[in-house]
């Protein structure tokens, strides 16, 4: 496709660029502006663009009772937070190993909120983000493992075997979360293991380990043979050639997948609610704060929950932004 070289034309497109962004981002930054708000200033009949921001509301969704100190302990929270997020988002100009500092920054991240409540009372929904980083953690990393090794074996061997496993795998991915949700229930609660975490990883990764099969393959496939020919030549083995030549090159690949994962574990609602009564993940936490259980029409406290839901995720996705685009890029043009 010819770019566009007239000046109206060019103009015509950006101007209908803008509009897109601005269509689909503007629902978000008026949450984020409510999530400022009085509830007076929230409610007033002519909507108020200027107006006072205050952080009470973050302060009512978060915690049970306000420290003394909380100023400071929120400065200094903010502040390591802070650190961290530019660390990651700046780990390739680092001089030391990228991985090493991703580990080493979602380490540090982990003590961080995991020692918030000595500090301070926290809410119900602090609990609930807790479990969605531990469910989604565990989910991920789980699928993805298994998934690449899964992955891998389909995408070198070519016979119809491979192809009844994808088919199989598809059609068991298409099926209603109501198909299988009761065998989960009653096998749960026979193992004594309903309501656990253990639980929720394990049907997480069973129901989205054909979508990361599938994904995966398409990157795997594309990794020339050659490549592991030549480690094998030079005494490499099987496993040793798919771990020092297949994943480095396929890794952009991995990336994306392991984030289009995390979105879909991160989403689930049904599997959750039903199949947990206390590790409930921040998804099906949002539910109490949409349908005005815990707050009933507190617009700022509702914005203020939307808002914690959704930035871990916008904070992940801006850290692996790179390679997220490059994996894609490559299944798009080589797939």
């Not at 119809?160 to 065998?183: H, K, N, Q």
């Not at 109490?288 to 617009?299: C, D, E, F, K």
């Amino acid at each position: 496709m010819r770019p566009f070289t007239h000046p109206v034309a060019r103009v015509c497109l950006h101007l209908m660029l803008w509009f897109v962004v601005l269509y689909s981002t503007l629902p978000f930054l008026w949450t984020t502006l409510n999530s400022f708000k009085t509830k007076r200033d929230a409610n007033a009949r002519v909507p108020k663009l200027l107006f006072d921001p205050t952080l009470d509301n973050y302060g009512d969704v978060l915690l049970r009772s306000a420290p003394e100190n909380g100023a400071v302990i929120a400065t200094v929270l903010v502040g390591i937070l802070g650190v961290l997020v530019a660390v990651g988002l700046l780990a390739k100009r680092i001089p030391f190993p990228t991985t090493a500092i991703y580990c080493l920054v979602a380490a540090a991240t982990a003590v961080v909120f995991w020692k918030i409540p000595s500090y301070m009372r926290t809410a119900d929904i602090y609990d609930d983000f807790l479990n969605t980083v531990i469910v989604c953690t565990g989910a991920v990393l789980l699928s993805v493992g298994i998934g690449s090794f899964a992955a891998y074996g389909l995408a070198r061997y070519t016979g119809m075997s491979s192809v009844v496993i994808l088919l199989a795998a598809i059609a068991f991915r298409s099926m209603p979360r109501m198909g299988y949700i009761l065998p989960y229930y009653q096998t749960s609660q026979d193992l004594g293991i309903y309501d656990s975490y253990l639980l929720l990883i394990v049907v997480l990764v069973a129901i989205n380990q054909p979508f990361t099969i599938w994904m995966l393959r398409a990157f795997f496939v594309n990794v020339p043979r050659e490549l592991e020919e030549a480690a094998m030549v030079d005494g490499a083995s099987r496993f040793g050639a798919f771990r020092k030549v297949v994943i480095p090159t396929a890794w952009p690949g991995i990336v994306a997948t392991s984030l289009f994962t995390l979105l879909v574990v991160y989403h689930e609602f049904i599997l959750v609610r039903i199949l947990s009564q206390t590790k409930q993940t921040l998804t099906v936490a949002m539910t109490q704060y949409v349908g005005g259980v815990s707050v009933p029409g507190s617009i700022p406290r509702q914005s203020a929950a939307s808002l914690i839901s959704v930035v871990p995720l916008i904070v992940v996705v801006l850290i692996f932004q790179k390679h997220f685009v490059k994996g894609i890029a490559d299944g798009a043009v080589k797939g």
